[in-house]
Every structure is written in structure tokens, then in C-alpha cells.
DNA sequence: TAGCTCTAT
DNA sequence: CGATAGAGCTA
């Protein structure tokens, strides 16, 4: 390394990438975007090639356009009559839906506005997976919608260069034992054409481009952390076939942006040298959080340019900011604008809440049609809690424990009414979610004094699932009773994932994609299924009542039984399609399972007990401003925000 | 807590 | 655009 240089990072700083902190200027931050997600979902389901222009439906609009059809100039928000003008050979999936009166989604071909509902289950199951290979390889990860996430790869990459620079941990080791960890550390030992990029590099600034710009520890955890994203980038697409685009950089909102700066499938390294340069080419609207009112009400007072200038933006003082925004939003606004965030990378993985909405076209005018609704909802939420909600470490289905109903009037305002869910077993959760908007519905009425018709929008949403530990008691006496009367629980659960494992490794990548999709791809499903049949019984009297014709089914129900796994009433003849649901569930259950274990901060100790606050950031001016304690950030970077007055 | 608003995909 | 999710503000 060269003579009397010095790396501009502490040995303290370095260490403390153990401990995820937000102040650390050496983190490492990547965000994950897949690319046109739900056409990508509709790609694989059709078994299609990503080549072929394909585009999302839902009703006469586009919701997703995968690359292929925007080279021929669609985009979103087209109705499908002008995209196949643009490119007769383009393939228009529509999403499923929810035919009324069903029991499930399905992919209907030509769905009708005035009697389907949409449903996205099928992308949020093929979400789940690659959120499972994402937890596999990193423990830190947030969920930022079915299609993109954040990573903190602060331990990962501290680990790797721990295990690859043996001579830094060497030295870590010595400074902890002389309590010298606030000494600068060495430079690596690395030439800029010693360090393997994997993806492109954002240009850096101008003016710290010297021909013998030193390699520092800031560019040697980014390369190892771009190698960890071309990983996992690389599992999802060679194990699921999904392309994405990666961002990595210091913090949540640099490295978003930077996801955005290669699209389809592709990785943007923002190096610490780079970053000003890069902000100054972007329009302040693509900052997350400044895309909306706040980013518009800014402008008018500021009079921004029409571009969005940032480095108009930079002139002005913080002062100014905070006059104008308040003290929380005008710090937050001034050190956003200046690459700097210090929000922390949430590991949220429980669903807060889940919502089931419709747009009626013909608007709806009768009660009847109405309840219509209000039932498919619940089935459509139902669903979604077994599937997609979180299953207690026992194995039981989380119960929310509010749930709210919009409506709206075509013409007078909307409004909505929520109410806690009563105490209920699982196996009536159905019918007292049911229950129970009927009950929020006729409280609305009640309010509009019957004026509820024309009816533009219904949704109904639930939320308060129990978080983690406390135990609901109706879940418990659920368990108690199931286990008793049927079998134990858990090992019904436990035979679930085995044989879901041992069919993964039976039937490790199967052909034909089309089906592949879903879970469907079972042929095993029917093992499974037969397998499995021992767990759906009926409840009446728990009896057996396998898919295989069981004459011993009480009378009543000739074509149909009770899943004990679900507590559904299921039609014989769509036995099978219900086990290649359980089949996905429970891999989301092992999923979550899995993530469950590995959110516990598990901070190896390796080295240090000792060390104290990190002392990070020692950035200028702004830096005050930008770790002052009104001023984490964090709290801000997402929902509203106060405006002006 | 209830109801609404804002932001984002 | 439409369906969905999360979070903040206010009373």
C-alpha cells in the first residue's frame, strides 16, 4: 500500500458491519427488482420463452409489460386493443380471477368485469419463492412489495472479507487486543484492476477519477457484495427463471435507485466515489418519497426546474428546508438529496394486513349483489390467511383480529367501518369473517341511511394478526382439540414438509414449465395426495375421507369433505387441485419457519465483546444534521408526510 | 381505535 | 389504471 496513505475507515467502523448499524459508512445495501414481475409470472406459467412479447391483463388495461413487448413501444396503462396494434404477435395473459359463486381462482379466459374479481395469489406464491431463496442468503432482508426487497449485506460481506483478507483479520484481531480499534485501518492491498466487478458501475465523479485512485475498503465490500447479489440473482434465475435488476450501495435509497439504472436483468454498483455524481443526474422526483404530493408541493415552493435539478436542489440551505417542510421532513429532504439515509433495513416478514377490493364496472345497485361480493371477499381473504398468513410456530393458522369495509358510493363520498372479529376457531373463521362484514356493512347503511346504491368500490381488509409470540387462545384450544381428536399436529406438519422434500429430490427440476408453475407440477401430487388423504377427514366424525372414493362419507356431503388441514369443504372432483394448494402452503410454512429462525440477530462473536459505539460517519457540514437524533430518518422515508402548513 | 390520507408497485 | 400494501395524521 502506499507510503503514509491510509484507508478513511476505522478498524472500529469496519467491525461494527456485524451489528447492521445504520450510521456505518461502510454498509452495504443492495435492493432486488424483479423485472415486470407478474408478465415474467405469466411467461413461466405459459412455459413461454422470455422473448416472446407477452404483456399482463387485467380487463381491457395492462398491468405488467414484460421487455420483449416494450421494444415495440407498450407500456402500461395501454388498453390491449392499442398494444396488439403495436405488436400483433403479442401474447396477453390475463390475471386470475375469482368467478362468483367459486371456490377458488382460476385462470378463466375471458373473464367478466361484472362477475370476476382478480386475484394475484399465483404472484404472490411465486414471490414467496424467491423470497426464500433471498432469506437462504441473507439474513437480513425487507420485504418491499411482491417484487422487490433490500438486503443489508453488512455482516455477509465483513464475513467474507474477514475469510478472504486474512492478513485484515489478522490485524483486526491485534487492534482489538490493544484496544486500538478507533486506528485507521491499512488500504487493501488491491489495484483497481485487482477488484472483479460483477455488473456495471455507475461513472465515478469526475474529479475523484485519478488514474492512481486508491482501492479502499469501501470498494472491496461492495465488489464482495456484488458478487453475493450475482448469487442470488443467479439462483433465481437458473432455479425459477426469474430475471431481476440489482442496485448495491451504502444505503436503502441509493441503492433502489441504483436498481433502476440497468433494467432488465442487470446490476449497478454505486461506489462511495460515485454517489454525488449520480444523484446530481436524477430527477428529485425518482427518490422514493418524493414521486407524489410532497415531491409536487416542493417544487411550487422551491420552484424546482422542470428537470427535477438536484443540484438545484443542493443550493438550497437546510434552513430553508426546515422552514418550509418542518424539522423532521426538511432534514430528512436536505441529507436524501445528498445520498445520505440512514433508515434500517427492516426484516419484515410477516403480511400486516391483507386486503380483497373491487371495481364494480357496472356499478352495483342491490344488496344482494353486494353480499355477493362480500362473500367472495372473505373466501378470497380466507384463502389468502391459510396460504399466505403466518402459521404459529405450532403450526396453526394466524387469526387477524379486525376487519374493516370500504365502500363507495358512485356518486356521494365513501367511507368505512371496522370492528374487532370475534373470538372464533379456525375452522369458523370463514363464516364469522362473513358474519361480520354483513354486520360492518348494514353499520354503513345504517350511516347513509340506505343510500348505499349505485356502489362503485367494496374492500374488505383484515389486520392485527398476531405478532410472533403472544399465543392466541383460540388458536391453542384449536391445536389442542385437532391434536386429540385427530392426530398431533405437528407431525401431520412435519410429514407435510417431508414429503415435500423428498419430492423436491425425487423430481429435482422437472420439464415442462407450463405447469410448473403453481406447484403443479407434481405428478407427485398424487402421492402426495394419497399420502396426504390421511389428513383430510371428515369432521363430523372423523372419519377418513380420501379423494379415492370413500363410501363411508356421511350421506349429507356425498360429493365432498371436510379438509381437517384447512377446514374447507372440498368438492372430491377438485381433490386434487387442493392438495397441490397444500402443497404450496406448506412450502410457504417451511419457508417461514425457516425465516423465523433466522431473524433472530444472530451476531456471531468472533472477535470483539469490547467495542463500544461505533463512531461512524464522519461526514461534514451535514453530518450533524444527519445523525442528529430528531433526524434518523427512517421514520420518514415511507408514508405521509407533513406538507407545508 | 376509527377513519382518512399519502405513497408506491 | 386497478388491486394491494404499508404507514402516518387526526380526533
Redesign the pocket.
Known amino acids: 500500500m502506499s507510503d503514509g496513505q491510509h484507508s478513511k475507515f476505522t478498524f472500529a467502523q469496519f467491525e461494527s458491519l456485524r451489528k447492521y448499524s445504520t450510521t456505518n459508512p461502510l454498509r452495504v445495501i443492495a435492493h432486488i427488482d424483479l423485472d415486470a414481475f407478474y408478465a415474467q409470472c405469466e411467461t413461466v406459467r405459459l412455459g413461454l420463452d422470455p422473448n416472446v412479447p407477452l404483456a399482463c391483463q387485467?380487463?381491457q388495461?395492462l398491468?405488467a409489460v414484460n421487455y420483449a413487448a416494450r421494444k415495440f413501444g407498450i407500456s402500461?396503462?395501454e388498453t390491449i386493443t392499442e398494444a396488439r396494434k403495436k405488436c400483433p404477435g403479442l401474447v396477453l395473459a390475463h390475471v386470475a380471477t375469482w368467478k362468483e359463486g367459486d371456490a377458488k381462482w382460476d385462470y378463466h379466459d375471458n373473464p367478466d368485469i361484472a362477475t370476476h374479481?382478480?386475484?394475484?395469489d399465483p404472484y404472490r406464491r411465486q414471490s414467496q419463492l424467491i423470497f426464500k431463496i433471498f432469506y437462504d442468503s441473507c439474513g437480513k432482508v425487507e420485504?418491499g412489495?411482491l417484487?422487490?426487497a433490500f438486503l443489508d449485506l453488512s455482516m455477509l460481506v465483513y464475513e467474507k472479507a474477514c475469510a478472504e483478507y486474512s492478513k485484515l483479520a489478522a490485524l483486526l484481531y491485534l487492534k482489538q487486543e490493544e484496544g486500538r480499534m478507533n486506528d485507521f485501518m491499512p488500504l487493501p492491498e488491491i489495484s483497481q484492476e485487482g477488484l472483479t466487478w460483477d455488473g456495471e458501475l455507475v461513472p465515478l465523479d469526475p474529479d475523484k477519477d485519478t488514474p492512481d485512485r486508491a482501492v479502499d475498503w469501501d470498494d472491496v465490500l461492495f465488489m464482495l457484495g456484488s458478487k453475493i447479489i450475482k448469487g442470488v440473482r443467479n439462483k433465481v434465475r437458473y432455479e425459477l427463471k426469474y430475471t431481476c435488476s440489482a442496485g448495491i450501495a451504502q444505503n436503502r435509497v441509493l441503492g433502489k435507485l441504483c436498481s433502476a439504472y440497468k433494467k432488465p436483468n442487470n446490476q449497478t454498483i454505486l461506489r462511495h466515489d460515485a454517489v454525488r455524481r449520480f444523484i446530481a443526474t436524477l430527477n428529485f422526483s425518482k427518490i422514493?418519497?418524493?414521486?407524489?404530493?410532497?415531491?409536487h408541493e416542493i417544487s411550487r415552493h422551491f420552484s424546482v426546474p422542470e428537470d427535477g435539478s438536484i443540484p438545484f436542489l443542493l443550493q438550497i440551505s437546510l434552513q430553508d428546508f426546515v422552514l418550509a417542510l418542518g424539522d423532521e421532513t426538511g432534514n430528512w429532504l436536505y441529507n436524501i438529496i445528498r445520498g445520505r439515509d440512514a433508515s434500517d433495513v427492516?426484516p419484515?416478514t410477516e403480511?400486516?394486513?391483507?386486503?380483497?377490493?373491487?371495481?364494480f364496472r357496472p356499478n352495483i345497485v342491490t344488496y344482494q349483489q353486494a353480499e355477493k361480493w362480500l362473500r367472495i371477499f372473505v373466501a378470497?381473504i380466507m384463502g389468502?390467511i391459510l396460504e399466505f398468513g403466518n402459521s404459529t410456530p405450532g403450526g396453526a393458522i394466524r387469526i387477524p383480529k379486525?376487519l374493516v369495509l370500504h365502500h363507495r358510493h358512485a356518486n356521494a363520498?365513501?367511507?368505512?367501518?371496522?370492528?374487532?372479529i370475534p373470538a372464533c376457531q379456525s375452522s369458523n373463521l370463514e363464516d364469522t369473517l362473513f358474519h361480520t362484514a354483513k354486520v360492518l356493512y348494514r353499520q354503513i347503511e345504517k350511516e347513509k341511511e340506505g343510500s348505499m346504491y349505485p356502489c362503485y368500490?367494496m374492500?374488505m381488509?383484515v389486520s392485527g394478526f398476531d405478532s410472533t409470540v403472544s399465543r392466541n387462545h383460540a388458536i391453542e384450544g384449536f391445536l389442542v382439540k385437532s391434536a386429540t381428536k385427530f392426530e398431533d399436529v405437528e407431525e401431520s406438519v412435519e410429514r407435510e414438509i417431508t414429503q415435500e422434500t423428498s419430492v423436491a429430490k425425487s423430481s429435482p427440476s422437472k420439464k415442462g414449465s407450463i405447469d410448473e408453475f403453481l406447484g403443479r407440477e407434481q405428478q407427485l401430487s398424487n402421492n402426495c395426495y394419497v399420502d396426504a388423504g390421511l389428513n383430510c377427514q371428515d369432521t363430523a366424525d372423523g372419519k377418513t375421507a380420501s379423494a379415492i372414493g370413500d363410501s363411508s362419507k356421511s350421506d349429507s356431503d356425498i360429493d365432498s369433505f371436510v379438509c381437517s388441514d384447512c377446514a374447507k369443504r372440498i368438492k372430491f372432483e377438485d381433490a386434487e387441485e387442493h392438495q397441490d394448494w397444500h402443497f404450496a402452503l406448506s412450502v410457504a410454512k417451511k419457508f417461514r419457519q425457516e425465516k423465523e429462525h433466522q431473524s433472530q440477530p444472530s451476531v456471531p462473536p468472533p472477535i470483539s465483546q469490547n467495542e463500544k459505539r461505533d463512531t461512524a460517519v464522519k461526514r461534514k457540514a451535514g453530518n450533524s444534521v444527519c445523525n442528529g437524533p430528531s433526524s434518523k430518518g427512517p421514520?420518514l422515508e415511507?408514508?405521509?408526510?407533513?406538507?407545508f402548513g
Open positions: 387485467q380487463w388495461g398491468i402500461r396503462h374479481k382478480v386475484s394475484l420485504y412489495g417484487d422487490e422514493r418519497g418524493l414521486g407524489g404530493k410532497l415531491g427492516k419484515r403480511i400486516k394486513s391483507m386486503l380483497s377490493a373491487k371495481n378470497d389468502r379486525t363520498g365513501s367511507s368505512s367501518r371496522q370492528i374487532a368500490q374492500s381488509a421514520k415511507k408514508g405521509q408526510r407533513k406538507l
